[in-house]
């Protein structure tokens, strides 16, 4: 299902669509418009799925025993002396 929408662009992006269609990247505004837009769903859906990612992760550590820390000292060694 489509529905016809008015977009008002500015000058610059008027004319770098209209570059791009004279250039054969697109056969139209529409096509040009509706590329946009399916990119922009498509960054949304990876963006959603790496905060995902990073949720699951913190939930997870947030859930780790304190008896399962590592100790900063061991994994890194001791820190220099200073003078």
Do not use: C
Request: proline share 5%; net charge negative.
């Amino acid at each position: 299902m489509s529905a016809k929408t008015t977009v008002t662009l500015p000058d610059r992006q008027r004319a770098f669509l209209q570059r791009k269609i004279e250039s054969g990247a697109f056969a139209s505004t529409d096509d040009a418009v509706v590329e946009a837009i399916e990119r922009l769903i498509a960054d949304d859906a990876d963006q959603e799925f790496a905060l995902a990612g990073f949720d699951d992760e913190i939930r997870a550590r947030l859930d780790t025993p304190e008896s399962e820390y590592l100790d900063h000292a061991e994994v890194f060694g001791r820190p220099p002396r200073t003078r």
